[in-house]
């Protein structure tokens, strides 16, 4: 599910198949065959999170699990998804809810006008990756929408991850990486897994198209039963490889010696990845092997995907991530501008990551000219601070410096404060950094914006606070 500017690359993920959309008489049946709960965990894996989605009928999702996305494009996103899909997604039980009997169904809709609706959610939780040496094991038991031939035109269900550093971003994609553990498109009786990394166009993943592979679902169709998707990322071998599998038969490969650097370094050295289940309608890929526009007026309304359970699980290595790493949006609510403010409790990123810092949680890294952050509904209450601090760090080579700044509602606006940094003894050796600031009172957006007159990374920063 690509997430980048249709009109940029309109073929995109065609993989060279062509195929002809027959007619058929009538709608298959939806089968209902979901376990009731989600499966022993497999020997040799531990249970990293999972969702069975056992909730009372017409109920939505677990909000503490999963984001309902609406519209047709993040805020400040490419429009239409940026595949050039013609759906709306809504958080209307109608198009996303519980069926009471296992399942999450994801339910596409035509409207009296014509007009499609949908469903898409993603993960609240953005940090699944492998442990240091071991494998990551990302899993779903899902049924495609049970229709095929001309009924199925523009049906595009898919089970996804997206690298963290997109969310809030929206513009870094392919470098941060995206693992399509299952899509498919027009009813076919096929997987297709893929990989997109790297720069856009070509690159190491041969975009817009990616690094893919496609097979039959193995006994019955993808459409008429359930069927298990799978993906690993196995940092246990060297070179690294990623795997699909579909009802454990492993059907494509990627290496990281076929990636190389620094594209591979781009997608896996982040604080990982969210995943993504939805159904699109129309779009690039379905409309590229159709070798026409979809959906047409013979595609049925209304038949859903139905997912049993997702589980994440890892085998091996170090330790992993337990707790969630931030959401963009966080919680909601102001920021008390004279609290101590994460610096990786961001709400929106450009070109920076984050990683696991020495003191404690994560930090906001790999920052260089250009770069910036920010945060929402910052409250400063009635009285101006006098100066701000920021907790710093710095393993900049020689001669290379820049500028830690504070602007207000834009990251284009004149800095109301700043201070400039050099290399302070390594990346994790931290100090705190003070630098005056103009009058701000009431709430307010503030960005943190990094400037350099070098290209190279300057400074990560843990956490800042205003003072009065």
Not at 73 to 98: D, F, K, L, M, R
Not at 374 to 392: E, H, M, W
């Amino acid at each position: 599910m690509n997430p980048e500017a249709s009109t940029r690359h309109p073929a995109r993920r065609l993989l060279g198949v062509a195929v002809v959309v027959t007619a058929v008489s009538a709608l298959l049946a939806v089968t209902l065959n979901a376990r009731a709960a989600l499966p022993p965990t497999p020997s040799g894996w531990s249970l990293v999170w999972s969702d069975d989605f056992t909730g009372a009928a017409n109920t939505l999702p677990s909000s503490s699990n999963w984001i309902i996305d609406t519209g047709t494009s993040y805020p400040g996103g490419p429009a239409n998804w940026g595949t050039g899909e013609i759906q709306t997604y809504t958080n209307s039980t109608t198009n996303v809810s519980h069926d009471g009997s296992g399942n999450l169904r994801i339910t596409p809709i035509r409207n009296s006008s014509g007009g499609w609706t949908s469903a898409r959610i993603e993960t609240t939780r953005t940090n699944f990756k492998p442990p240091s040496g071991g494998v990551l094991r990302i899993e779903g038991r899902i049924q495609m929408p049970n229709v095929t031939g001309a009924a199925a035109a523009g049906y595009w269900p898919a089970f996804w991850a997206l690298g963290a550093p997109y969310r809030g971003n929206y513009q870094n994609w392919p470098s941060i990486g995206e693992f399509d553990v299952m899509e498919n498109v027009n009813g076919i009786n096929s997987v297709w897994g893929v990989l997109h990394c790297g720069v856009n166009p070509g690159g190491p993943c041969n975009e817009t198209n990616g690094l893919g592979a496609s097979r039959a679902c193995p006994g019955s169709s993808c459409q008429s039963a359930f069927h298990t998707y799978r993906f690993e990322w196995d940092a246990s071998v060297s070179p690294q490889q990623l795997r699909w599998y579909v009802d454990g038969q492993h059907f494509h490969t990627v290496t990281q010696s076929q990636v190389g650097e620094p594209h591979w370094s781009n997608m896996t050295s982040h604080s990982g990845y969210f995943l993504l289940l939805n159904v699109a309608m129309g779009g690039a890929f379905p409309n590229g092997v159709a070798g026409s526009a979809t959906p047409t007026g013979s595609t049925v309304s209304g038949v859903p995907m139905l997912v049993d359970y997702v589980a994440v699980y890892t085998s091996g290595g170090g330790t992993t991530p337990t707790t969630p790493a931030v959401t963009t949006p966080p919680p909601g609510g102001s920021r008390d501008a004279y609290a101590r403010i994460e610096a990786e409790s961001f709400n929106a990123q450009n070109g920076v990551q984050t990683e696991t810092c020495s003191e404690g949680g994560l930090n906001v890294s790999h920052i260089a000219n250009g770069d910036w952050v920010r945060f929402d509904n910052v409250n400063f209450g009635s009285t101006r601070p006098l100066d701000f601090v920021a907790r710093v760090a710095s393993g900049a080579a020689g001669g290379v410096s820049g500028l830690v700044e504070v602007r207000l509602d834009s990251p284009t606006s004149a800095p109301i404060g700043s201070f400039a940094l050099a290399n302070t003894g390594g990346w994790q050796t931290w100090t705190s950094v003070p630098g005056n600031v103009s009058a701000v009172t009431g709430t307010r957006t503030v960005y943190l914006t990094f400037t350099s007159g070098q290209p190279a990374d300057f400074v990560n920063v843990n956490w800042f606070q205003f003072r009065r």
